[in-house]
């Protein structure tokens, strides 16, 4: 295997996870000192079997850990079994207003089972029941609590979704479940203000051991969504508070999935793939580094090994940058000096940039272990 000079200790992180309870959703761990796992959603009509197994299928190629389909209606419940059965990774039932549905996920063999206290009728009463079955069948339960659908009783207390009144109800909720000693569940306290949200989190973080379920809900488009989501994750997951993820975008369930595996990279929770180190260029560039770090990203898609790649365009920080990778150019006056573990291995034309940058990457691959799931990472520096 090539050496590539990684460290052999485990990479800093900014703070210890907290200590919670470990709980099973499917063939996963959550909590405890299971990894952060990271959540989506498909976006096909749940009775629809094929293609919402398509889409699990494509998540799952992404990185995806854990996936949730929605539950509205009897035809999506009636397909449940033939979707928890074939899908390769574990499916959550996501069900909200009738309760029917929450056993028959469970009959159906769904890993888990995702419930919202505040829009399920009469919930309170159907706790003792629910714990049962689940208890039986060796299912986990999701609390989710949402700004949005926050019981009753506890908005008029609190007049809006605060971060009090998120955790109230979540704390709430839990203790029925405990009543009942069902404890194999998670929380979730969703606000689409990461600062509510974050607030929320912090607070229950402090009144439990529950495994917690992280999620910035209604972020919005790819991009604001990324950043509302990139800001209260690596908050709270800098903390140590955090078990699983779901990143909610208005976009394509897979980018979810992309996001989501490259904060947690960011944050040294996942060991990192290809990461593209690269310049934003200024006036101090001699070549088109944005085109170079296009092409180097495309040419390298797929490479599914822990490699860095720095693709510089000017004398200031090209060659330091460059010599603490484990591959770089450093462009300048036409060519580019390529290094390879911090040594200089030769001098190119700008013409034959990328293709060198790809042939020595695929060389050093050839000798490495590939990371499981989630996707080249990119980052612009």
């Given amino acids: 295997m090539t050496d590539l000079g990684l460290p052999a200790m485990p990479p800093p992180v900014l703070a210890p996870r907290r200590r919670s309870r470990k709980i099973k959703v499917g063939s996963v761990d959550v909590g405890g000192d299971a990894p952060v796992s990271v959540q989506s959603m498909t976006t096909t009509l749940t009775s629809d079997v094929n293609t919402t197994l398509q889409q699990i299928a494509e998540l799952t190629a992404a990185g995806c850990d854990i996936v949730r389909v929605a539950c509205p209606s009897q035809d999506d419940a009636d397909a449940l079994p033939e979707i928890a059965r074939h899908s390769n990774i574990p499916v959550i039932a996501d069900i909200h207003f009738q309760p029917k549905y929450v056993f028959a996920a469970i009959d159906a063999g769904c890993a888990a089972v995702r419930v919202n206290p505040g829009n399920i009728r009469k919930f309170d009463d159907q706790v003792g029941a629910i714990a049962r079955a689940a208890k039986d069948a060796g299912v986990s339960i999701r609390i989710g609590v949402n700004a949005g659908s ?33 404890h194999d569940f998670k929380i979730s306290v969703k606000h689409n203000d990461p600062v509510i949200m974050a607030q929320a989190y912090e607070m229950l973080a402090e009144r439990g051991d529950w495994p917690l379920h992280l999620g910035v809900t209604e972020a919005g488009p790819a991009f604001q969504g990324t950043i509302k989501s990139a800001t209260a994750f ?22 979810e999935v992309k996001v989501g595996i490259q904060i947690l990279q960011s944050l040294n929770l996942r060991e990192r793939k290809l990461e593209i180190v690269s310049c934003p260029s200024c006036g101090r560039a001699q070549v088109d580094v944005y085109t170079l770090a296009e092409q180097v990203t495309a040419g390298l898609e797929g490479l599914e090994v822990p490699l860095r790649v720095a693709v510089m365009g000017c004398v200031v920080n090209g060659p330091g940058e460059a010599r603490e990778a484990d591959l770089g150019v450093a462009s300048g006056n036409g060519k580019g000096q390529i290094f390879v573990k911090g040594e200089v291995i030769k001098t190119v034309p700008e013409s034959k940039i990328v293709e060198t940058l790809i042939e020595e990457a695929m060389r050093l691959a050839e000798g490495m272990e590939p990371v499981e799931g989630g996707s080249p990472a990119v980052s612009i520096s």
């Fill in 150 to 182: 926050l019981d009753k009783r506890i908005f008029d207390k609190y007049g809006r979704a605060t971060p009090e009144a998120l955790v109230e109800s979540a704390v709430w909720e839990a203790s029925l479940f405990e009543e009942h000693d069902f």
């Fill in 234 to 255: 690596g908050y709270l997951l800098g903390k140590g508070i955090g078990d699983t993820i779901r990143v909610s975008l208005s976009a394509p369930p897979v980018e």
